[in-house]
C-alpha cells in the first residue's frame, strides 16, 4: 500500500518539512507560555481549565525545556488523529483503500497544519481521539474488557483537558445504546467507572479551589454576551473552512450508505453542531472548538468514492500549500518591517524576549511584576523570573492569583513592566510615590515603573474587591471545601 501511495506519500512529506519549520521558527505564544506557566507549577488543577495539558508539557520538558520539544506533542498528535481515523474507517467495514485515503486527506489539511497553534486543545485531541477507538473497539471486539478500561482512562484524561469532552462522551453513549442496545451496558458501565474517578477528581480540585474551573467557563466567560448575527455567520465559516467547498460539494454527491459508521458519526457532530450553533448565537467559536471532533468530520470523506478521494486529497494539498506560503512569508519578514504598526512592541517581545530579559535582569533581585498573563508568562519562561500579573481585572489569565498573596506586597517597593504607557493613575491610587522609565529595545518602546510604599488597602479595593465579586463570587447552592482568595482577603 505504501508503494501504491507513493506519491502522495512524498507530498504529504513535504507538507511535514514546512510544518517543522514552522514549529521551529513561528515564535512561543502567549497562551503556549501561559500553560508552561502551569507545568512549572505542578498541581491538581488551574484556573480556566482542567490540569490535562500542563502535566503533558510536565512530561515532556524531561526531554528538554524548549517550546519546541513541547511542539513535537502537536506533530505526535496529528498521526495519532490520523490513525484513529483510519483505524475507525477499517472497524467498521471501510475499503483499506478508502479508509487509508481519508487519514491522508486530514494529514493534508490546513486544520492538520495549524494543530500547533492550539496547544490546550492538541492535549484534548490526543486522548479522545484514542479514547473513542478503544470504545468502539470494546464495541466490536471480545476483548471487550481490555478496550473499555482503556477507554475509560484515556476519555477521562480527555476530560481532564477540557470540558469539550464531555459533548463527546454523551454522543458515544447515544451511539451505543442505540445501535448495540443491552450489549452495551457492561461496556458503557466499565468505561463510566474509570471516567467518574476523573470527574472525582476535578470536583475535589474545584472544592477546595473557588470552584475556579466552573466559575471560569460557566460564568465570567460567558458575561455580557449577547445576540450576534457574526458569531452565528462565523460559526458556519468555520464549518465551511474545515470541510472546504470543495470537500462539502464531493459531500453533497455522495451516496451515504446508512451503516453504523454513518450513524456514529451522525450521532457525534449531529449533537456538537447543534451545542456549538446555540452557543454562536452569543459567543464567538474558534476553531479550536472543533478540533475534538475533526477525525469524525474527515471520516465523513471515507464514502466517497476512490477517484473523488484523489482529487480532494491533491485539492487539500494545494489549499495547505496556500497556508504554508503565507505563514513562512510572515514568520521571514524582518521585523523592522512593522515598526509603523501600533503592536510593534509585542512583535518585538515575542521575537526577542532575550534582550528584554537582558533588560530586566539589571533589577537584581527585585520582583517584577506585569499587567497581562501573556507578557507575565514569557518573561517568566525566558527571564527564569517568577513574573507575577497585577493591576489586572481580566476574566482571563488569573492562575497567578493562587502564586500571589497580595498583602505580602504591603509597603513593599515592586517594579511593574509594561509593553505599553503605564497609566498613571493607577499608579497613584496604590503607591506612595513611583518613578516610569522607558526601555527601548530595536526601535520598539517598553515601560517600567517603580512603585514605592505600595498600599494594599487601596489595592484591594480597586482590584481584589472586584476579582471576588466577578470571579470569586461561588454560588452558595455548591458546597465549598477552601477558597485561597477568600480566606487570604475576605477572612
Given at each position: 500500500?505504501?508503494?501504491?501511495?507513493?506519491?502522495?506519500?512524498?507530498?504529504?512529506?513535504?507538507?511535514?518539512?514546512?510544518?517543522?519549520?514552522?514549529?521551529?521558527?513561528?515564535?512561543?505564544?502567549?497562551?503556549?507560555?501561559?500553560?508552561?506557566?502551569?507545568?512549572?507549577?505542578?498541581?491538581?488543577?488551574?484556573?480556566?481549565?482542567?490540569?490535562?495539558?500542563?502535566?503533558?508539557?510536565?512530561?515532556?520538558?524531561?526531554?528538554?525545556?524548549?517550546?519546541?520539544?513541547?511542539?513535537?506533542?502537536?506533530?505526535?498528535?496529528?498521526?495519532?488523529?490520523?490513525?484513529?481515523?483510519?483505524?475507525?474507517?477499517?472497524?467498521?467495514?471501510?475499503?483499506?483503500?478508502?479508509?487509508?485515503?481519508?487519514?491522508?486527506?486530514?494529514?493534508?489539511?490546513?486544520?492538520?497544519?495549524?494543530?500547533?497553534?492550539?496547544?490546550?486543545?492538541?492535549?484534548?485531541?490526543?486522548?479522545?481521539?484514542?479514547?473513542?477507538?478503544?470504545?468502539?473497539?470494546?464495541?466490536?471486539?471480545?476483548?471487550?474488557?481490555?478496550?473499555?478500561?482503556?477507554?475509560?482512562?484515556?476519555?477521562?484524561?480527555?476530560?481532564?483537558?477540557?470540558?469539550?469532552?464531555?459533548?463527546?462522551?454523551?454522543?458515544?453513549?447515544?451511539?451505543?445504546?442505540?445501535?448495540?442496545?443491552?450489549?452495551?451496558?457492561?461496556?458503557?458501565?466499565?468505561?463510566?467507572?474509570?471516567?467518574?474517578?476523573?470527574?472525582?477528581?476535578?470536583?475535589?480540585?474545584?472544592?477546595?479551589?473557588?470552584?475556579?474551573?466552573?466559575?471560569?467557563?460557566?460564568?465570567?466567560?460567558?458575561?455580557?454576551?449577547?445576540?450576534?448575527?457574526?458569531?452565528?455567520?462565523?460559526?458556519?465559516?468555520?464549518?465551511?473552512?474545515?470541510?472546504?467547498?470543495?470537500?462539502?460539494?464531493?459531500?453533497?454527491?455522495?451516496?451515504?450508505?446508512?451503516?453504523?459508521?454513518?450513524?456514529?458519526?451522525?450521532?457525534?457532530?449531529?449533537?456538537?453542531?447543534?451545542?456549538?450553533?446555540?452557543?454562536?448565537?452569543?459567543?464567538?467559536?474558534?476553531?479550536?472548538?472543533?478540533?475534538?471532533?475533526t477525525p469524525y468530520i474527515f471520516l465523513l470523506f471515507s464514502f466517497l468514492e476512490s477517484e473523488k478521494l484523489e482529487k480532494l486529497f491533491r485539492y487539500h494539498a494545494?489549499?495547505?500549500?496556500?497556508?504554508?506560503?503565507?505563514?513562512?512569508?510572515?514568520?521571514?519578514?524582518?521585523?523592522?518591517?512593522?515598526?509603523?504598526?501600533?503592536?510593534?512592541?509585542?512583535?518585538?517581545?515575542?521575537?526577542?524576549?532575550?534582550?528584554?530579559?537582558?533588560?530586566?535582569?539589571?533589577?537584581?533581585?527585585?520582583?517584577?511584576?506585569?499587567?497581562?498573563?501573556?507578557?507575565?508568562?514569557?518573561?517568566?519562561?525566558?527571564?527564569?523570573?517568577?513574573?507575577?500579573?497585577?493591576?489586572?481585572?481580566?476574566?482571563?489569565?488569573?492562575?497567578?492569583?493562587?502564586?500571589?498573596?497580595?498583602?505580602?506586597?504591603?509597603?513593599?517597593?515592586?517594579?511593574?513592566?509594561?509593553?505599553?504607557?503605564?497609566?498613571?493613575?493607577?499608579?497613584?491610587?496604590?503607591?506612595?510615590?513611583?518613578?516610569?522609565?522607558?526601555?527601548?529595545?530595536?526601535?520598539?518602546?517598553?515601560?517600567?515603573?517603580?512603585?514605592?510604599?505600595?498600599?494594599?488597602?487601596?489595592?484591594?479595593?480597586?482590584?481584589?474587591?472586584?476579582?471576588?465579586?466577578?470571579?470569586?463570587?461561588?454560588?452558595?447552592?455548591?458546597?465549598?471545601?477552601?477558597?485561597?482568595?477568600?480566606?487570604?482577603?475576605?477572612?
Amino acid at each position: 500500500m505504501i508503494n501504491y501511495y507513493k506519491k502522495e506519500l512524498q507530498i504529504l512529506f513535504a507538507i511535514f518539512i514546512f510544518k517543522i519549520a514552522i514549529l521551529l521558527l513561528l515564535p512561543l505564544t502567549g497562551d503556549e507560555a501561559y500553560f508552561i506557566k502551569w507545568a512549572d507549577n505542578l498541581s491538581f488543577g488551574y484556573y480556566d481549565h482542567p490540569p490535562m495539558v500542563g502535566w503533558v508539557i510536565h512530561v515532556v520538558s524531561f526531554i528538554g525545556d524548549s517550546h519546541i520539544v513541547f511542539r513535537l506533542f502537536a506533530v505526535v498528535t496529528t498521526f495519532v488523529a490520523a490513525f484513529v481515523i483510519y483505524k475507525i474507517a477499517l472497524l467498521y467495514e471501510t475499503e483499506k483503500r478508502r479508509a487509508f485515503f481519508t487519514a491522508l486527506i486530514f494529514l493534508a489539511s490546513p486544520v492538520d497544519l495549524l494543530l500547533i497553534l492550539m496547544t490546550n486543545d492538541v492535549a484534548l485531541l490526543f486522548f479522545s481521539s484514542l479514547g473513542t477507538l478503544f470504545f468502539l473497539y470494546s464495541l466490536e471486539k471480545k476483548e471487550w474488557l481490555r478496550y473499555s478500561l482503556l477507554a475509560g482512562i484515556f476519555l477521562g484524561s480527555a476530560f481532564l483537558s477540557k470540558y469539550f469532552a464531555v459533548f463527546l462522551m454523551l454522543s458515544l453513549l447515544v451511539f451505543s445504546i442505540y445501535i448495540y442496545g443491552k450489549k452495551s451496558a457492561k461496556n458503557i458501565a466499565v468505561a463510566t467507572i474509570v471516567i467518574s474517578f476523573f470527574i472525582a477528581q476535578n470536583l475535589y480540585f474545584n472544592y477546595n479551589s473557588c470552584w475556579n474551573n466552573i466559575l471560569f467557563n460557566f460564568f465570567a466567560r460567558t458575561e455580557h454576551n449577547s445576540y450576534n448575527i457574526g458569531t452565528i455567520l462565523g460559526y458556519f465559516g468555520l464549518i465551511l473552512y474545515i470541510f472546504t467547498p470543495w470537500g462539502v460539494y464531493f459531500l453533497f454527491k455522495s451516496k451515504f450508505e446508512k451503516n453504523k459508521l454513518l450513524k456514529l458519526l451522525v450521532s457525534i457532530l449531529g449533537i456538537a453542531f447543534f451545542i456549538f450553533l446555540v452557543v454562536s448565537l452569543k459567543n464567538k467559536i474558534g476553531l479550536h472548538w472543533f478540533l475534538i471532533f475533526t477525525p469524525y468530520i474527515f471520516l465523513l470523506f471515507s464514502f466517497l468514492e476512490s477517484e473523488k478521494l484523489e482529487k480532494l486529497f491533491r485539492y487539500h494539498a494545494i489549499f495547505t500549500s496556500v497556508h504554508i506560503a503565507i505563514i513562512v512569508t510572515l514568520l521571514l519578514l524582518p521585523t523592522s518591517l512593522l515598526k509603523e504598526h501600533k503592536n510593534y512592541s509585542d512583535v518585538v517581545m515575542y521575537t526577542q524576549p532575550e534582550a528584554l530579559c537582558a533588560e530586566l535582569d539589571k533589577f537584581g533581585d527585585e520582583r517584577i511584576f506585569t499587567m497581562g498573563y501573556s507578557t507575565a508568562s514569557l518573561l517568566s519562561h525566558y527571564c527564569k523570573k517568577d513574573v507575577i500579573t497585577l493591576f489586572n481585572n481580566s476574566k482571563y489569565g488569573r492562575f497567578d492569583d493562587k502564586l500571589l498573596d497580595v498583602r505580602e506586597l504591603t509597603d513593599s517597593n515592586i517594579t511593574l513592566f509594561n509593553k505599553s504607557k503605564i497609566n498613571e493613575k493607577i499608579l497613584s491610587e496604590v503607591c506612595g510615590s513611583y518613578t516610569l522609565n522607558t526601555l527601548e529595545i530595536n526601535g520598539a518602546n517598553f515601560y517600567t515603573a517603580t512603585c514605592k510604599e505600595f498600599n494594599y488597602e487601596n489595592y484591594k479595593t480597586l482590584y481584589l474587591d472586584i476579582q471576588n465579586e466577578k470571579f470569586y463570587n461561588i454560588p452558595s447552592w455548591l458546597p465549598v471545601g477552601e477558597c485561597y482568595f477568600k480566606e487570604r482577603y475576605y477572612r
